[in-house]
């Protein structure tokens, strides 16, 4: 990618997110388009590629079981599902039966996050048992198999520690790419630390093989990120290398950072508060408008989304709220080079 495409694109979401202001567009409403036709503009994301992690369901995964939620999911409009275990009603689903579940309901599992590391030899990590880890991938159907531990969760959150941690990610990305999959970590917040000068998360993108590991990113840690440790914005290291980043977790909040005493009840993190998809300040066209849409996987997320106090309503809810709105995203992104999506 050139550099003058480079400063273009950031220009133009300079542009876009002046223009987003400036329309006063709140939570819940999909963005207008800028290419209307009779049915009703073109979308932003392809349908195909929304996605739910199931992390946002744990309350409901181990009372109504794979089958129930599955079917749940599906009929919101899911078509592709991130695993956070493979456990639910007391017991561990059999790969194939998931894999026959997923099909049944015209589902694809697109990835899992498994530990990354554990002191515990028996433990289900990739550190101590990779193999049986890309075993359990492989036989589900995945084509992604990751991580959402912190890089600096073995060997320190340092420079040096980063360094270490890519050649264990290069490890798991060569073990994985030789089945046929891909190795990916996903961040939150504390990966945008910056040691005397150096951010930790440039850190692992540098020394890490891209033909081996890939990333999914975490929209709301990101935002996060950049609060705590400001320096960078979120949507560039998609937009600088989109083929490195095929996942993202599609999570919105609200910032409170600037008005702290106007909080409001719930759990918060470093100043922020999450929300369903499209209720919180996050503007997600910086992200999509700078990719090829067809190549890149959109997964909703809400840490919070079974907490009575911050989500009244339920994680179902969450899931469907969170759908409907990136289903109903339409693009304005300007060009005509834009793939359609139907």
Known sequence: MGENR???????????????????????????????????GDRLLPRRNIGIQLYTLRDQVPTLGFEEVFRRLSRIGYREIEFAGYTAQNRRYTNQE?????????????????????????????????????????????????????????????VEGYRRAAEDFNRFGAAARARGMRFYHHNHS???AVENGTRLYDVLLEETDPRLVFFELDIFWAHVGQS???????????????ERFPLFHVKDGVDYTGAPSSAPPGPTSFGWQMRDVGGGDIPFEPFFCGIDADDHHY?????????????PAGSFSTAERSYDYLAGLRERCGGGNRRRHR
């Not at 997964?299 to 989500?311: G, K, Q």
């Open 299 to 311: 997964i909703v997320e809400r840490d919070t989304a079974i907490d009575p106090v911050a989500n």
């Open 6 to 40: 480079k400063v273009t694109r950031r220009r133009f979401v300079g542009a876009t997110a002046g223009a987003a202001a400036a329309a006063g567009m709140g939570p819940w409403a999909p963005v207008a388009s800028g290419h209307s036709r009779r049915n009703g």
């Open 228 to 242: 705590r440790f400001p320096g960078f914005k979120p949507h560039e290291y998609a937009w600088d290398m989109p």
């Open 190 to 192: 504390e990966e945008f």
């Open 98 to 158: 998931l894999r026959r579940l997923l099909r049944r309901f015209g589902l694809r599992g697109i990835g899992s996050h498994v530990n990354y590391f554990s002191a515990d030899p028996t433990a289900y990590s990739f550190v101590t048992q990779l193999e049986q880890v890309l075993d359990d991938a492989e036989e589900i159907g995945l084509p992604y198999i990751g991580t959402a531990s912190r890089p600096g969760q073995r060997y320190g959150e340092t």
